[in-house]
């Protein structure tokens, strides 16, 4: 669950470093590396998934162009989608905030408006936080959620042969990044996690991922956390976005998830469409091929984004 | 929860108002405004405590006093404090790193074996994070603990008559911080969290919280938890402090509780000295006095006592 925003600079290593530094305990059903830790509470039917994301000034999000209700809604809906990949159901979450000195009470207001909303509507409690004072506007929310004991979807499942899935269309918030307007713009700042296709996939899937970072650089991730590599066509693409952002944008807040052939997988859950994008294959672990050719991680890179609009 | 910065900036509205807009769910039994929210998992004989703290470069350490192991060490022991506040085990924390410009691998790495050292004595994993970039280093830190199920020691607990103790001596950290050499700087850099004693007094207590913004404000706020007033003897004071430290200055993460008086309390506990300072009386809820005199709840203003080092 270290997100891998300095694995993109090269410092992947501290990933592996800190993975290793951590250990495991009784209860701890799993670590750093997934989109949510996993922790086993004695006795009961459930298993507690817990996953943690900042939202920065400047790299998530930009005072100028971003509402205060955006920030709030999309600082939840980051945290809801890691619970949705894993198949769970959110429960609470505790709001951190470093309030920059333009901070207000009116744009704070704002904030936690956003963020209520979405919690309104997917049934999670604000439980609670922290606040303090920095130089620029930083918030980590943790979110925690429930599956039944041992269900949890994780990345490392796939086998060879599986049927790769991606839900909904992709591209959509790089191409509202780019352009500041439009459908793409509401998908870039109120994505919408995908927690009932989540739960739908609890005993159907073998392995599920939410794409944050771009389907070039998750896809290869899911690859390497199952040893395998994969063969896609192009995945489906947001109605005015290109076949590079669908490919390498991020943010989509889109569910990746492999199943055996034999699972029947619907057209739709919930009205998000499920489409086959390819097979899942033995051969180097993390080779990712598009219509036979390499397909590089270039996956999406906050920062450069930002700096170039 | 939610901590009390702000509220010493006349802010405090905004911790009623995301209380009242927080609302609470099935399983949360205890939200914002103690030292941990408390969830209890379905069929589980425990209930699971959880704290989160933020430590942020130039109001909760300076790069050029503090090294990256002792920021490491400080932000998991304020975490492990208000586990032991509420007479929890710690079990496992997330920690999520916002870089400065500045941070680089060797700061990093220190930063981690401080956090770590102190995560192997007291069984507590590190079980995931997040890392981004920002302009100062923000640390954000959410610890998970354990405790017998409806045995977590609370804030409102105090009944009047009650003993009001404290652990240790306070005023030590002011002290270092002011002094920035010494026993008491070494108590302001590797605060030692209560953890032994916070189990010893599940059963024993009434009220428990931990001493991390001074004495005056913080047992103003068990007073109006427990909507009690207190009177209060000077507490002891740490070796070279003044009682002013000790009654105002924040960091100490001794615990401050309340038992009946028929409890007979030990001097000490695992080495730490505990001391009667008074008793909770009716009264104006949150009136502290000092040898019958009017103690006003100064407290800490982190911001205020770096600025004037």
Redesign the interface.
Known sequence: ???H??AKSG?IQ?VD??RR?????P??EL??GDD??I?R??????D?L?????L?E???FRRETHSAEDAGWKTLARGLSDIAAMGGAP??C?V????APWTD?RW?DGF?RGL?RLA?RT?T????????????F?C?I?V?G?VPRGQALRRGGARAGDAIYVSGALGGSALGLARGTGKGWKRHVRPEPRLALGRFLRRRATAAMDLSDGLSLDLRRLCLASRLSARIEPPPVFPGATLAQALHGGEDYELLFTAPPRVRMPRACEGVPLTRIGTMSRGRPGAVTLNDESLPPLGYD??KLIANR
């Open positions: 669950m270290v997100k925003e300095l410092e501290w470093r800190i530094l951590a250990g495991n305990a209860g701890m670590g750093i949510c830790a922790f509470p004695r006795g009961s039917p459930e507690l817990f996953t943690t994301d900042l920065i400047g790299t998530h429960r609470f505790l951190s905030l470093a309030l009470t704070l936690y209520l309104r049934r409690v604000l439980a609670g936080g922290d606040i303090g004072r920095g130089r620029v930083t980590d943790v925690c429930t906050h920062l």
